[in-house]
């Protein structure tokens, strides 16, 4: 399984990116999809993710109500929408992959996910 990220940047304190992931070697009904992001001299942490059936999500509650994420079953590819972004969004994002037969639960661990993509930069200026 192969992941791509895009959609990072530079944004102000209280504006809306897109991160987007683009899955290959598997579709997303085999996958149950993460994002995780890590920010300067901290540990990378869970955002959230979407199930293999996508009707489970699971969000970490300092994201709850401001991102979203996706699927575009077509493309293969799983979006985060981020709104409402605070400074101390910053960090890199990466989203994750990993081959499950649990097709409702969406872990939040960072050892439960097998496949990573290369991390993309989202900055929130104050």
């Known amino acids: 399984v192969q992941l791509q990220a895009s959609g990072g940047g530079l944004v102000q304190s209280g504006g809306s990116l897109r ?11 085999d996958l149950v999809m993460g994002w995780f992001r890590q920010a300067p001299g901290k540990e990378r942490e869970f955002v959230g993710g979407v199930s293999r059936s996508g009707t489970s999500h699971n ?32 960090a890199v994002y990466y989203c994750a992959a990993d081959r499950t037969p649990n097709t409702i639960v969406v872990p939040s661990r960072k050892y439960e996910y097998g496949y990573w993509g290369q991390g993309t930069q989202v900055t929130v200026s104050s």
């Open 19 to 29: 991160l987007s992931c683009a899955a290959s070697g598997r579709t997303l009904s």
């Open 59 to 90: 969000y970490a509650d300092s994201v709850k109500g401001r991102f979203t994420i996706s699927r575009d079953i077509a493309n293969n590819t799983v979006s985060l929408q981020m709104n409402s972004l605070k400074p101390e969004d910053t």
